[in-house]
């Protein structure tokens, strides 16, 4: 705990003379020593998801994104559609109601904007059909469009028409993916990918690694991107077929760095 003397703070400046000229966001003050992964952790954790109550659609991770806020001419939001709170993996979860169903978040820069940087996206699933769906889209615009201008929206982990996980990234012209194994109906599944230059693109089904794609590269286009869970507005590249998941969500995370595979094992875990 903290042992020093109670008093003032001031923030963006040492003195009358000694001014920060920058911006500052997120400042918390934490009366304990963080451990290297926590810092860690808020330096590169994006997303985190639980969906429990009082709160589901409320961002847990550092950044406490709110997934009621509202588009407005390149304001950043987050929202959803035709999805309600069930029984999750862990506590609660979200479930699609309808074949539009969707839950947004704004907004994933290192993908989008620079070239070739490392990403992790890891979510708990719980499909009702295993006939083809998107789990995980990156678009430039909220509801897909952006192609023309080099920002292909795009699965990057989905189902395939004949159920089996795919984990794909855009490398233009096209959609290197791995695609694993045929999973099963009404059965909580763990997935995830990473993507490292040195490394290429991982698949993880349950805390194992599936397969990976060597890929080097990847195109960015310059511009944010949304993350949408559930839904791709029927464009399918790829491997991907391009339509909706049916069945429930859980505990999503998204970093701006690779995690490893002893890591995506703990959030296969829980």
């Known amino acids: 705990p903290y042992t020093g003397q109670s008093g003032s703070i ?8 000694y001014y920060y000229y920058g911006y500052i966001d997120n400042l918390a003050l934490t009366t304990r ?22 709160y589901p659609f409320y ?24 999805v309600a709170t069930t029984s999750g993996r ?9 074949t539009s169903a969707y839950f947004q978040m704004c907004c994933f820069y290192p993908m989008a904007i620079f070239t070739n940087k490392p990403y992790t996206f890891a979510v708990w699933i719980y499909p009702t059909s295993i006939a083809g769906g998107s789990i995980v889209h990156v678009s430039y615009y909220h509801s897909n469009s952006g192609s023309g201008t080099n920002c292909y929206g795009h699965d990057v982990i989905a189902l395939t028409y004949s159920g089996q996980i795919l984990a794909q990234l855009y490398q ?21 990918c990473t993507y490292s230059s ?15 794609v060597s890929a080097s590269t990847y195109g960015a286009c310059g511009y944010l991107f949304f993350v949408t869970l559930g839904y791709s507005w029927n464009v399918g590249y790829g491997s991907s077929p391009g339509i909706s998941f049916q ?24």
């Open 90 to 98: 862990v506590n609660q979860g979200i479930r699609t109601i309808t």
């Open 172 to 192: 233009s012209p096209n959609f290197p993916s791995y695609v694993g194994r045929r999973i099963s109906i009404n059965t909580w599944i763990h997935v995830a």
């Open 59 to 82: 961002g847990n991770g550092l950044n406490l994104l709110n997934n009621t806020a509202y588009w407005s001419y390149f304001t950043s939001y987050s929202n959803y559609l035709s």
């Open 247 to 270: 069945g429930s969500l859980d505990e999503f995370y998204t970093y701006r760095r690779e995690l490893s595979a002893t890591e995506i094992l703990a959030l296969a875990s829980v």
């Open 10 to 17: 001031i923030i963006g400046a040492q003195s009358t003379s």
């Open 198 to 212: 040195s490394n290429g693109l991982i698949l993880y089904v349950n805390g194992v690694q599936e397969g990976s």
């Open 33 to 54: 020593a963080k451990s290297a992964s926590e810092i860690f952790d808020d330096a590169t954790l994006m997303f985190y998801y639980s969906f429990d109550l009082t």
